[in-house]
Nanobody, 121 residues
Framework: QVQLVESGGGLVQAGDSLRLSCLAS????????VAWFRQAPGKEREFVTL????????LYADSVKGRFAISRDNAKNTVWLQMNSLKLEDTAVYYC??????????????WGQGTQVTVSS
């Protein structure tokens, strides 16, 4: 079992930066793929980025590539999402999610409660 708690959301202006944190409970955090998703009002939840349990490799949605960066510190049970050059369309609730990558899980089983990011002009 893993519990995830996001923090760091807020109201920023377009062009600003923000860093989100995802703190996980549990002693085998290094076995988990961790991803960020987001959901804007009236839209489907969408994938943003992930970091692999195996080697920390990363994957990004095209919409955030070059602006967002995911990183993790397994010793601290924490994943961060650094968001730069924020745009109005980045406004959403951001969720941290985890799956047991070592076991080959394809579905994200664990989700945080979400943190709101609002970008204003």
């Amino acid at each position: 079992q893993v519990q995830l708690v996001e923090s760091g959301g807020g109201l920023v202006q377009a062009g600003d930066s923000l860093r989100l944190s995802c703190l996980a409970s549990g002693r085998t955090f290094s076995d988990y793929d961790v991803a960020w998703f987001r959901q804007a009002p009236g839209k489907e939840r969408e994938f943003v980025t992930l970091t692999s349990w195996r080697d920390g490799s990363t994957l990004y949605a095209d919409s955030v590539k070059g602006r967002f960066a995911i990183s993790r510190d397994n010793a601290k049970n924490t994943v961060w999402l650094q968001m730069n050059s924020l745009k109005l369309e980045d406004t959403a609730v951001y969720y941290c999610a985890a799956r047991r990558g070592r076991l080959g899980a394809s579905r994200y089983e664990y989700w945080g409660q979400g943190t709101q990011v609002t970008v204003s002009s």
